[in-house]
């Protein structure tokens, strides 16, 4: 490209800065104000703002509260962004007045990597109800869920057995329990029970890309969208580069599986799944709204299943160790409620208040969406003084709300006892919904998640002892650090993992495992 071109595209691109900062300077001073944040500069506003890479947002975020209160605001490149750092007021805004806030921030970067199409990304548009019905109507209840069952126990029995036999593998094992799960819920696919799993890794793999895609303050063309018309050779244009790696991952993600059922369907020879269900109808034709919706919703079903459900469990056992007498008082309640001879069901579930304020109390500690999951308003709306207009970015700071010492006694400590009621003890506000979304964005597929965690919880912490490591003679300390990304994980850890007795090891080992054959040979050429 000659110097002249490129100096025309940089005068152009300056252009719609200004044009657009002073259109909504001009919108903002005929509504009202804005809530209070930092100074706004001509033609980018708050672009220095933004935390950086290596910055935690929810950390960067929740400095705004102790300068600007409660709600602040920045301005980037003409965008309006709220911040909501006070749990009431996000349930205000974002769930009773859910529908003014019911639509996503268009993504630039997000789209150039094919990811606009995930439930989570998707407008407040009929293809986002076409989605959500579509999942709702099959996961979106406990009676729904409980048809899924049999896979979760399953899977569950499986993972006991995994760690049993290879405790040092913790997260690969957890991977493949909450893979299996969602990917035989979602198509009917059977994965490969003693190997790496293709479909599983290429999940795994689009789900990282899908977090780091919607990092806030990562790529430029989400501030600046005439980038996004730049060619992926010019200098500097990394980011569409890396766009176009990260489309061929989420365009697969989304094909090979549903192709995989589509195929199983013709012959006839097929496992009931949620996919399945979609096409009892017919096959969509290929390209139409239809389609994308059936394999979208069964997409969904993965990030919002499996990958959540594989940061939760890791955190979960990384307290257990940080936090042994908890560990123990959970013990206790299974060896009261149920005793030895068996491990706890669904059927045990509501004779177990400390197991289920453990899964509150690990949802509240290790929120997976710190950020929460930003909003989009669809028409202006005002609190108090200030004014939110349509079109502004609002992000819940959900780390925020379940480590507001206000709200939760001690909050850095891992105490299921908050949420248990006790003579004198007014339980503390339960995190369910703070954690799964707000309003119309909530998860549809939180029924789902809730019970592989009870059931994956309940039976580990009823068979095994799960400690801090000793290396040289010495515990190793241990804390939680987190990744990067929309979706966050624990940094990894070691824990040991031993049976809590012969009688538990012998228990799991006598489990009825029911391997079945892998469908991975089927996908060979596909991924």
């Not at 929740?62 to 209160?69: E, I, R, S, W």
């Not at 939680?480 to 049976?499: A, S």
Request: proline share 8%; charged share 20%; hydrophobic share 40%.
């Amino acid at each position: 490209m000659s110097p002249v071109v490129a100096v025309a595209i940089t005068a152009v691109g300056l252009y719609l800065l200004q044009w657009l900062f002073q259109t909504s300077f001009k919108k903002k001073a005929t509504l009202g104000k804005l809530p209070p944040g930092p100074p706004r500069k001509p033609f980018v506003g708050n672009l220095n703002d933004l935390p950086s890479h290596e910055a935690k947002p929810w950390e960067h975020w929740l400095k705004h509260k102790d300068l600007y209160g409660p709600i602040s605001s920045l301005t980037v490149s003409g965008q309006n962004i709220v911040i909501v750092n006070d749990m009431h007021l996000a349930i205000e805004l974002l769930d009773r007045r859910s529908l003014t806030y019911a639509s996503r921030p268009h993504m630039n970067f997000a789209a150039l990597a094919g990811w606009d199409k995930m439930l989570g990304s998707v407008p407040y548009s009929p293809r986002f109800k076409a989605i959500r019905r579509a999942i709702h109507r099959q996961v979106g209840s406990n009676v729904s869920v409980s048809g899924f069952r049999s896979v979760q126990e399953v899977e569950v029995r499986r993972l006991l057995y995994r760690l049993l036999e290879d405790p040092a593998n913790l997260t690969k094992h957890i991977r493949k329990e909450a893979g299996g799960i969602v990917l035989k819920v979602a198509y009917g696919y059977n994965v490969d029970p003693h190997r790496p799993d293709p479909l599983v890794d290429l999940a795994d793999k689009a789900m990282d890309e899908f977090s780091f895609a919607f990092l806030s303050g990562t790529w430029a063309v989400d501030f600046f969208p005439f980038l996004k018309h730049v060619p992926a050779w010019f200098p500097g244009a990394k980011f569409a580069r890396v766009a176009k790696a990260f489309r061929a991952r989420a365009h697969a993600f989304s094909t090979v599986p549903y192709d995989f059922t589509r195929s199983r369907m013709a012959k006839g020879d097929y496992t009931p799944s949620f996919l399945s269900n979609l096409l009892e109808d017919g096959v969509p034709t290929p390209g139409s709204e239809e389609e994308i919706v059936a394999k979208w919703a069964s997409s969904v079903l993965y990030g919002g299943g499996a990958d959540t459900t594989v940061s939760t469990l890791r955190g979960w056992f990384l307290a257990m160790a940080i936090f042994p007498e908890v560990q123990r008082e959970a013990q206790a309640e299974i060896d009261r409620v149920i005793g030895p001879g068996r491990l706890p069901t669904f059927e045990d579930r509501e004779n177990l208040p400390y197991i289920n304020a453990m899964i509150k109390e690990i949802l509240r500690w290790h929120p997976i969406l710190p950020m929460g999951a930003a909003h989009t308003s669809i028409r202006d709306d005002f609190w108090g003084e200030y004014v939110i207009p349509k079109g502004t970015m609002v992000m819940p700071n959900t780390w925020a709300f379940t480590h507001d010492p206000v709200t939760y006694h001690d909050p850095e400590a891992f105490k299921p006892e908050r949420f248990l009621h006790s003579e004198g003890h007014v339980p503390e506000q339960d995190p369910y919904y703070l954690t799964f979304g707000h309003g119309r964005r909530v998860c549809p597929g939180r029924t789902l998640a809730d019970a592989n965690l009870f059931l994956s919880i309940s039976q580990i912490v009823a068979s095994f002892n799960i400690t801090k490591p000793i290396r040289d003679g010495k515990e190793v300390d241990l804390s939680l650090e987190l990744t990067n990304g929309i979706i966050v994980h624990p940094k990894p850890f070691e824990v040991d993992i031993k049976p809590r007795s012969a009688a538990y090891a012998q228990l799991i080992r006598d489990a009825d495992l029911q391997w079945e054959d892998s469908n991975a040979d089927e996908l060979s050429g596909l991924i």
